[in-house]
């Protein structure tokens, strides 16, 4: 709104007075994206040359019996399964400007080079989203639903038509949570029992088997910050929380898992409430991997401009559903 004139006195503006635009460009805000500290990426490093499907074999179950002297031996056959996973998703992204436009528009590769920006990042969160689905919906099925736990179905995690409830002071609050679905996934033997389930503690790391990075991880919804930081039995984990927060993770452990908040986070509405599933795991449980991803300035060879474009592929693979835990969670 310009600066009112009084009467008899000459109106300058769109005249004399000219708008003026600045040379900088502000560029877009995006949220922080986090799918590759939460997924392996070199479990996948078969397709990421050449081809589009993988495949994995399961080591083989071996079979024991019981023994008494002199017995008769039985056999057993040699038995095992495979996983295969694709190459699946692709996006991609096209700009095409004349010549003459290139040449008249005075700021035209700084406008460009933001517009390429603002693509990649798009890029990435399209895999945040993608990627979180995958994990959400290859969860093994013992480690869900209202009797979650691979041995003894005692764990809560919440289903559809009944989701858990989190609040601080009365019922159920983040802490419960973590614990529970902590629980679940020592009962699936893919996490040891922590002696500090507090702080930092080397004991979450794997039992047996799988890969590199099995350090804990949940991801959660922004819904459930305040939740964190207002929860009492919490406090003692708090020191150092107003330290930068890089890629939506904290930068202490909390509950033994290594936090990440994401708006991402997969929700449903229900009961005209917000539900949103809460995934958590090991980061070998899920492996990612790109084919492509490649940039490109382009002659148009029909037309007197250039195209400026952009193609990523990728895919994702559950090698571990036992590996990953689901909650269905309300926050009150």
């Not at 700009?95 to 990435?124: F, G, H, R, W």
């Not at 609040?167 to 679905?181: A, F, I």
């Not at 995934?279 to 490109?296: C, L």
């Not at 401009?305 to 952009?310: Q, S, T």
Request: negative net charge; charged residues 20%.
């Amino acid at each position: 709104m310009t600066i009112a004139t009084a009467s008899g006195y000459p109106n300058y503006s769109g005249n004399l007075i000219r708008p003026v635009y600045s040379t900088r460009i502000l560029a877009r805000l995006h949220c922080a994206t986090m799918f590759s500290e939460v997924a392996t990426n070199n479990a996948l490093n078969e397709i990421s040359k050449c081809g589009e499907q993988v495949t994995f074999w399961r080591s083989p179950r071996a079979v024991i019996h019981p023994y008494i002297k002199n017995q008769k031996l039985e056999h057993d056959a040699l038995e095992t399964d495979h996983l295969t996973f694709e190459v699946g998703e692709a996006v991609y992204f096209n700009l095409k400007i004349d010549d003459v436009d290139y040449q008249l528009i005075c700021n035209a590769p700084q406008l460009i080079d933001a517009y390429t920006e603002d693509a990649v990042q798009q890029i990435k969160e399209t895999i945040d989203v993608k990627g979180i689905q995958h994990m959400v919906q290859n969860v093994a099925a013992t480690n869900q639903g209202c009797e979650a736990g691979a041995q003894t179905r005692s764990f809560n995690l919440g289903r559809l038509q009944d989701p858990l409830v989190v609040e601080n002071g009365t019922g159920m609050d983040l802490m419960e949570l973590l614990v529970r679905m902590y629980s679940v996934l020592m009962e699936a033997c893919v996490l040891a029992p922590p002696s500090n389930m507090l702080g930092n503690d080397k004991g979450s790391q794997a039992l047996t088997g799988g890969g590199s990075g099995a350090e804990p991880f949940i991801i959660l919804p922004f819904a459930a910050y305040g939740h964190l930081m207002n929860n009492e039995r919490l406090n003692c984990c708090q020191n150092g929380m107003n330290q930068p927060i890089i890629t939506g993770r904290l930068p202490n452990p909390v509950g033994n898992f290594h936090l990440y908040f994401s708006r991402f986070v997969p929700s449903y509405v229900e009961n005209d409430t917000i539900v949103y599933e809460i995934v958590a795991g090991r980061r070998d449980a899920v492996a990612f991997v790109k084919t492509i991803e490649k940039m490109q300035e382009v002659e148009h060879p029909d037309y007197f401009g250039k195209l400026f474009r952009g193609l990523a592929a990728f895919g994702f693979g559950t090698l571990y559903p036992e590996a990953l835990a689901l909650a269905r969670v309300r926050f009150a």
